[in-house]
């Protein structure tokens, strides 16, 4: 699985990073997680607003910090 938070490095942004890395450590994912801050890159997904959180190539959240429950319906969990 892959999991990419997009967003250009300001606070909700990192703070969705943290929420996503706290979720799969806990539930022990083998899940390859990054960040993209590169516009261009962010471009070639449909969100108009950030953080977004990109799970095999599918926008799943966008707009907003997920909770921790909301990460882990989002992985199946």
Do not use: N, W
Not at 49 to 72: F, L, M, N, Q, W
């Amino acid at each position: 699985m892959e999991i990419k938070v997009l967003g250009p490095g300001c606070s909700r942004c990192k703070a969705t990073y943290r929420v996503v890395e706290k979720v799969v450590r806990e539930l022990g994912f083998d899940v390859q997680l990054s960040k993209v801050e590169d516009v261009v890159e962010m471009m070639r997904y449909p969100i108009l607003t950030t953080p977004a959180v990109v799970v095999d190539g599918e926008v799943r959240i966008k707009g907003h910090v997920p909770s921790e429950e909301e990460v882990k319906q989002l992985l199946g969990h």
